[in-house]
């Protein structure tokens, strides 16, 4: 079968091990039913380097590299996984991406990012993010023992799901126009793939120059269930899944 899976904001880790089921079990479905598997960033809840070789992490590089050996697994980082490096690739078969990458599927151009860098209207999260991608500033943090940064990762965690709870989706974590329209400005004629915002939805959006695109977000996975966005030479297919269910839905 011809077809194309993307999917992004899992936020796997030890406390959610109905999503990691859930996971799984798309994985080793779409073993013999998908040509490749794009994964936009944030896979993991967290991620404090390559060398935690915890037996979760260890588990989910074992599940990919048996996927990798079948059809191809590529990946952008999120903004919870961004310091995922080669080690780690290495181990789980996955081929990293940079944050924003064109390709051609079946005919026709698309752009995938994660799609945290444009949120520009979060101003602290953008500075912050400005920051956290400079190499002399992630040598830093690598550096800390290995403790240091789980801790770390535990409390940014925490604050995240506190400001969830208090604010819930408030309009500066989604995308602005402008930074939609300035991105697709140089990528004419594709249509755009990313994550991130938790918001699932196909957009339409127009060009200064008249051109038109799609801006497909794909679904964050929570709880039992999750979704992918499928990409085929008829077209763009959403599908959910759930753990209690027999079969997927598509639309």
């Known amino acids: 079968m011809n077809q194309t ?5 899992l936020h796997l880790s030890e406390h959610s091990p109905e999503l990691t089921e859930l996971f799984l079990r798309q994985l080793h479905h779409w073993q013999n ?40 697994v590529y990946f952008i980082p999120g903004n919870r996984d961004f310091l995922l490096g080669q080690d780690f690739a290495r181990r789980s078969g996955l081929t990293l991406l940079p944050e924003q990458h064109p390709l051609t599927l079946y005919g ?10 444009l949120c520009t209207a979060d101003l602290p999260y953008m500075q912050f993010r400005a920051q956290s991608r400079q ?6 943090i690598l550096a800390k023992p290995l403790a240091e940064r789980r801790l770390l990762a535990q409390q940014i965690r925490q604050m995240s799901e506190r400001g969830k709870a208090e604010n819930g ?6 995308v602005t126009e402008e930074a ?9 004629g594709a249509d755009l793939i990313h ?15 008249g051109q038109s695109f799609t801006r497909f977000v794909l679904q964050d996975w929570y709880g039992k269930a999750g979704g992918c966005l499928i990409v085929s030479p008829e077209g763009v297919s959403e599908q959910h899944f759930g753990l209690d269910e027999c079969s997927p839905s598509v639309k």
Do not use: C
């Open 135 to 140: 190499p002399q500033w992630q040598a830093a």
């Open 33 to 72: 039913t998908a040509d490749a598997l794009y994964i936009l960033g944030d896979l993991f809840d967290a991620w404090v380097g390559d060398d935690d070789h915890s037996p979760f992490n260890d588990h989910i590089a074992a599940e990919l590299k048996a996927f990798a050996q079948h059809k191809p």
């Open 169 to 174: 989706k408030s309009a500066v974590s989604d």
């Open 108 to 117: 026709r151009p698309y752009l995938l990012t994660h799609g945290d860098e």
């Open 195 to 209: 994550g991130h915002t938790h918001r699932p939805a196909q957009h339409r959006h127009t060009l200064p120059g």
């Open 180 to 188: 939609v329209l300035a991105l697709m400005a140089a990528h004419p």
């Open 5 to 9: 899976i993307f999917i992004a904001d």
